[in-house]
């Protein structure tokens, strides 16, 4: 009897390995996971040297000038000449506007946006060279004083190391898009010592979804960057975090007013950012001379205001730990916004995500200043509002509110800030987005026509060009000698290169079920034709491929 039944229990186990362990085993390898995985790590190493060496090099830049390699600008700023501060963001502002001029494509570095608008692509490519100069260029601003961050170059950086590793594999287009949000993982992850916040900015910012496919390698990619960070700088946070207590539930309106506050301090800088760039650009001047003119407008504020040169870390730490008055705090919120926008706008090279943490950090010291005085009984140490106002200004403006939390929550290495962080972040990211509608990023792409947060849909529609879908003469059915020759002046046509969006436009506006195409040389010349059953197919079908990615 025990014998029989155990019999029947092999038997359904085995039925078991078959019908279930086997498919899903066959369907990870034939993902090549495996192979993903171990990319994953060799990105995670590759990143994590990288993001040393890029710190390392900026701190040599800076050298000559300062006469210092550490991060601490505004202190080495005052103890040099002061035409030294005044002339090497304009010189480095003239040697960048060349440098862009001459030698990279679109005249301008690359950032996180540029990664963001590679993953949603059909290929999923960054160019090697324009990553590498864009990197290069941003150590050569940041090294000379331009108001700016280096997370974001960092990550181009990190996408386009894992760009060029997987290239010399041939891998799917989700595998692809996986591997380039490794690069952003580590390189967050190596910048901050945050592994968790790298994890979720490459779902948040890069992938906008999270899947369990993905999950993995960037997990793996970004904790082998932590691993180099730490190795090299210890266990230390990216800043100092001083003791911090809550005293009271009572303190959660002000939690929450902070979030308003911060809301309105990210839409201000951003429009800043956008008007500057605006008002700049209506002037027609080489590259060099904008550099050289916005350099030199950045270094007559340093005079002033020291602690507006660089990524800015030093005056964020400073405020933590309750450093400056409230009249200082206030003035250096203004230059800051003024000095980082006037950087970005003469094509300096680098980020927004040091900035807005620099932001956020006056903001919040400010407002616990104002917060503590007001209500002394029930007040906490301006110290908390501080880290509060850094999660709320970032995760506006970056529109990333969760690996934001994550990052402030990995500085402090605590619970108890959670729930006001929480209560400040989704505030301020509500009111920005109401105000704004989408992030600096967003921003960026949706001046190149790139609206990918309209949904993945008008994605779809914009990347996917006729060439996807067109049929041939040679397969086409019912195409005459006459139409193979000529194709009439009035008649409708399209161009492989335009977009499936177009293709749909036309249909719509037409009632033709199929539509020529010819070639961009002579719009007479027939080549082909898109069929609009195809077209809908090859939409639904790039539709249920996004969805797979995104729930697997």
Same mark, same amino acid.
């Given at each position: 009897?025990?014998?029989?039944?155990?019999?029947?229990?092999?038997?359904?186990?085995?039925?078991?390995?078959?019908?279930?362990?086997?498919?899903?085993?066959?369907?990870?390898?034939?993902?090549?996971?495996?192979? /993903?995985?171990?990319?994953?790590? +060799?990105?995670?190493?590759? !990143?994590?040297?990288?993001?040393?060496?890029?710190?390392?090099?900026?701190?040599?830049?800076?050298?000559?000038?300062?006469?210092?390699?550490? *991060?601490?600008?505004?202190?080495?700023?005052?103890?040099?000449?002061?035409?030294?501060?005044?002339?090497?963001?304009?010189?480095?502002?003239?040697?960048?506007?060349?440098?862009?001029?001459?030698?990279?494509?679109?005249?301008?570095?690359?950032?996180?946006?540029? +990664?963001?608008?590679?993953?949603?692509?059909?290929? /999923?490519?960054?160019?090697?060279?324009?990553?590498?100069? @864009?990197?290069?260029?941003?150590? %050569?601003?940041?090294?000379?004083?331009?108001?700016?961050?280096?997370?974001?170059?960092?990550?181009?950086?990190?996408?386009?190391?894992?760009?060029?590793?997987?290239?010399?594999?041939?891998?799917?287009?989700?595998?692809?898009?996986?591997?380039?949000?490794?690069?952003?993982?580590?390189?967050?992850?190596?910048?901050?010592?945050?592994?968790?916040?790298?994890?979720?900015?490459?779902? $948040?910012? =890069?992938?906008?979804?999270?899947?369990?496919?993905?999950?993995?390698? =960037?997990?793996?990619?970004?904790?082998?960057?932590? !691993?180099?960070?730490?190795?090299?700088?210890?266990?230390?946070?990216?800043?100092?975090?001083?003791?911090?207590?809550?005293?009271?539930?009572?303190?959660?309106?002000?939690?929450?007013?902070?979030?308003?506050?911060?809301?309105?301090?990210?839409?201000?800088?951003?429009?800043?950012?956008?008007?500057?760039?605006?008002?700049?650009?209506?002037?027609?001047?080489?590259?060099?001379?904008?550099?050289?003119?916005?350099?030199?407008?950045?270094?007559?504020?340093?005079?002033?205001?020291?602690?507006?040169?660089?990524?800015?870390?030093?005056?964020?730490?400073?405020?933590?730990?309750?450093?400056?008055?409230?009249?200082?705090?206030?003035?250096?919120?203004?230059?800051?916004?003024?000095?980082? @926008?006037?950087?970005?706008?003469?094509?300096?090279?680098?980020?927004?995500?040091?900035?807005?943490?620099?932001?956020?950090?006056?903001?919040?010291?400010?407002?616990?200043?104002?917060?503590?005085?007001?209500?002394? *009984?029930?007040?906490?140490?301006?110290?908390? #509002?501080?880290?509060?106002?850094?999660?709320?200004?970032?995760?506006?403006?970056?529109?990333?509110?969760?690996?934001?939390?994550?990052?402030?929550?990995?500085?402090?290495?605590?619970?108890?800030?959670?729930?006001?962080? &929480?209560?400040?972040?989704? =505030?301020?990211?509500?009111?920005?987005?109401?105000? +704004?509608?989408?992030? #600096?990023?967003?921003?960026?792409?949706?001046?190149?026509?790139?609206?990918?947060?309209?949904?993945?849909?008008?994605?779809?529609?914009?990347?996917?060009?006729?060439?996807?879908?067109?049929?041939?003469?040679?397969?086409?059915?019912?195409?005459?000698?006459?139409?193979? $020759?000529?194709?009439?002046?009035?008649?409708?046509?399209? %161009?492989? @290169?335009?977009?499936? *969006?177009?293709?749909?436009? %036309? #249909?719509?506006?037409?009632? *033709?079920?199929?539509?020529? /195409?010819?070639?961009?040389?002579?719009?007479?010349? &027939?080549?082909?034709?898109?069929?609009?059953?195809?077209?809908?197919?090859?939409?639904?079908?790039?539709?249920?491929?996004?969805?797979?990615?995104?729930?697997?």
């Amino acid at each position: 009897m025990i014998k029989e039944h155990l019999g029947e229990f092999l038997e359904a186990f085995r039925d078991a390995i078959v019908a279930r362990f086997l498919p899903n085993l066959r369907e990870f390898f034939a993902a090549r996971a495996p192979l /993903v995985w171990a990319l994953a790590l +060799v990105i995670g190493l590759t !990143v994590g040297l990288a993001t040393l060496g890029f710190r390392t090099l900026i701190g040599l830049v800076q050298y000559p000038w300062l006469f210092d390699t550490s *991060e601490n600008l505004s202190s080495a700023a005052q103890k040099v000449p002061f035409w030294h501060v005044l002339l090497a963001p304009a010189l480095g502002g003239i040697l960048v506007g060349y440098l862009l001029d001459r030698f990279v494509p679109g005249r301008r570095a690359h950032g996180p946006a540029d +990664v963001i608008e590679a993953s949603h692509r059909q290929n /999923v490519e960054i160019d090697a060279k324009t990553g590498l100069w @864009s990197v290069g260029l941003s150590v %050569l601003s940041l090294g000379t004083g331009s108001s700016a961050g280096r997370e974001g170059p960092v990550v181009h950086l990190g996408s386009t190391i894992a760009a060029i590793i997987d290239n010399y594999f041939n891998l799917k287009r989700g595998a692809r898009r996986t591997l380039l949000a490794c690069g952003a993982a580590a390189a967050i992850s190596a910048s901050f010592n945050a592994p968790m916040a790298g994890v979720l900015f490459a779902h $948040e910012v =890069i992938l906008a979804h999270y899947a369990i496919r993905s999950l993995v390698p =960037i997990v793996i990619s970004s904790v082998t960057a932590a !691993v180099i960070s730490r190795l090299y700088f210890g266990e230390h946070a990216a800043f100092i975090i001083p003791e911090y207590t809550f005293s009271t539930y009572w303190e959660v309106p002000a939690f929450a007013l902070l979030g308003v506050v911060c809301a309105f301090v990210a839409v201000v800088f951003q429009m800043s950012l956008i008007a500057t760039e605006r008002v700049a650009w209506r002037f027609e001047m080489p590259l060099w001379a904008r550099g050289g003119i916005g350099g030199l407008m950045v270094g007559a504020i340093a005079l002033i205001f020291p602690e507006v040169l660089g990524v800015g870390y030093e005056p964020v730490n400073n405020a933590l730990l309750q450093n400056y008055s409230l009249g200082i705090l206030l003035a250096l919120l203004v230059a800051k916004t003024a000095a980082t @926008s006037i950087s970005l706008a003469s094509r300096a090279a680098g980020g927004v995500f040091s900035p807005s943490l620099y932001l956020g950090a006056m903001t919040g010291a400010a407002f616990g200043i104002i917060a503590t005085s007001a209500i002394p *009984e029930i007040g906490s140490t301006q110290g908390p #509002y501080t880290l509060l106002g850094m999660g709320g200004v970032a995760a506006a403006v970056l529109g990333a509110p969760i690996s934001t939390v994550m990052i402030v929550f990995e500085l402090t290495r605590g619970f108890e800030i959670t729930m006001a962080l &929480l209560l400040t972040v989704s =505030i301020s990211i509500g009111l920005s987005y109401a105000f +704004v509608g989408h992030s #600096y990023f967003h921003w960026q792409l949706a001046k190149r026509g790139i609206l990918l947060h309209h949904g993945h849909h008008r994605s779809i529609m914009r990347r996917m060009t006729v060439r996807s879908f067109l049929t041939p003469l040679s397969a086409a059915e019912g195409t005459t000698a006459e139409e193979h $020759e000529k194709i009439s002046p009035d008649q409708p046509t399209l %161009l492989t @290169s335009d977009t499936l *969006e177009t293709a749909l436009k %036309l #249909y719509s506006e037409t009632g *033709e079920p199929r539509i020529a /195409v010819v070639t961009a040389s002579d719009r007479s010349k &027939l080549i082909g034709w898109a069929l609009k059953f195809d077209a809908i197919n090859a939409f639904n079908q790039a539709m249920i491929d996004e969805s797979i990615e995104e729930h697997r």
